[in-house]
C-alpha cells in the first residue's frame, strides 16, 4: 500500500495516494479503480481496447451496485442505476466528458500533458475535471460498454443521501444551468401535485418509472428483485429533495475535512 503525499492530505486524500502511486507505477496506462469494484475476468481486456485508437487519452466504465441488503445500498443502487448511468450515457452521445472514478484508465501521455495527479490536488471530483483536461488537451475521452460492478451490501439511508448530495454539490459546481436542468428528468415529484386533478395521475408516472428501472436493469445486468422496485418512487422524492440542497449549501465533509466547494469542485477553506 502506498501512502499519500502528507502535503495534500487535507485536501484529496485520494488524489495524494494517485499522486504517489504513479510515480511508482510502470507502464503506459494508469488503472484507477475504488476498492470495492468487481470486474470479470475479461473486462480489463476489453476496457483497454479503447486505447487502440492512439487519440484515446481517458476511458470510464459504466457501473452498477450490487449486493445490496438493505433500504439504503438499495436506494443508492437505483440512484446509479436510474440516475448516474442514463446521465454518463446521454453525456457520452453528446461527446461531453463524464468520467466517475470508480473505474478509469489513461495514459501516461494523457497524464503528463495535463499537469499529472498533482495538478488535482486542490480539486474535490478530480475524476471528471481530468477528463475535461485531458478533452482540452486534444484527446479522446471514451465510456467503455464494460459495466463493472460497484458493491454496496450495507448502507443506511443518510448515507446514501450523503453521497447523492455531494455528487449534486459536485456537478452544481461545475455548470448551475445545467444542473438546475436536471429536474426536468424526474418527472414524479412534478406528478404528486397532480394527484388533486386525478389520483391516476401520479400513479401512472410511478409505474412507468418502475417499468423504466426494470428494463434498465435488464439491460445492465443489475438483477433487480422487487423489493427494489418497489423503492424506485421512494428514491425519486429523496433524490429531488436532495437535488435543491447544493443551492443553499456549498460545504463538503471529505474523509475528515469540511472544506467549500468552489468552482470546478476546487476546494477551500471552510
Known sequence: MIGGEPRFEERNRKVARLIAAARAAKGDILLISDS???VEPDDLVRTLAAFDDPVTGCVSNLFTAAGATTIGAR???????????????LAAAASIP??????????????????GFERFANVLAEDQAI???????????????????????????????????RWNKIRHAFSRSTYLSELLLN?????VPLALLHPAIPLSVALIRITQMALLGRAMKSQLTWRDLLLVPLQDLLQFGAQWIPCF????????YTLRIGPNTELVAA
Open 75 to 89: 436506494i443508492e443502487t437505483l440512484h446509479l442505476l436510474g440516475f448516474v448511468v442514463p446521465g454518463c450515457t
Open 187 to 191: 418527472p414524479l415529484p412534478f406528478a
Open 249 to 256: 449549501d456549498d460545504t463538503v465533509t471529505w474523509r475528515g
Open 98 to 115: 463524464c468520467v466517475v472514478g470508480k473505474s478509469m484508465a489513461i495514459t501516461r501521455e494523457a497524464l503528463d500533458a495535463i499537469g
Open 131 to 165: 477528463g475535461l483536461a485531458v478533452k482540452e488537451a486534444g484527446f479522446n475521452v471514451a465510456l467503455s460498454p464494460v459495466v463493472v460492478r460497484n458493491v454496496v451490501v450495507q448502507r443506511t439511508v443518510r448515507r446514501a443521501l450523503d453521497r447523492q448530495i
Open 36 to 38: 470495492n469494484v468487481r
